[in-house]
């Protein structure tokens, strides 16, 4: 069955950064786009970066335009969210997610990393 396998998340202090990885399993990975996406405590979940197919084109929420960038090796079947610059509101827990091809909901989730960002 297909699983997608967040790591990479932590504590860190305002101003650091971070990079998550998301590696992906029993899936045709060329196929998905691919997506991070990230709930706060007691709040709803909330789309972070996408990236398409073939790599380009990313798409990123404003909160985090300039300072994340989201990335893929489809050799490895993993997409990446290099996270800079950041915050105590980028605190949660990320969450990746594979879109076949043109579809427009994610069908697969991952478990997703836990990310905490100390002021």
């Known amino acids: 069955q297909v699983q997608l396998v967040e790591s990479g998340g932590g504590l860190v202090q305002a101003g650091g950064s971070l990079r998550l990885s998301c590696a992906a399993s029993k899936l045709t990975f060329s196929s998905y786009a691919m997506g991070w996406f990230r709930q706060a405590p007691g709040k709803e979940r909330e789309f972070v970066a996408a990236?398409?197919?073939?790599?380009?084109?990313?798409d990123y929420a404003d909160s985090v335009k300039g300072r994340f960038t989201i990335s893929r090796d489809d050799a490895k079947n993993t997409v990446y969210l290099q996270m800079n610059s950041l915050k105590p509101e980028d605190t949660g827990v990320y969450t990746c997610?594979?879109?076949?091809?043109?579809?427009?909901?994610?069908?697969?989730w991952g478990q997703g990393t836990q990310v905490t960002v100390s002021s």
């Open positions: 997610a594979a879109r076949f091809r043109t579809l427009v909901e994610y069908h697969y």
């Open positions: 990236v398409t197919r073939s790599g380009g084109n990313p």
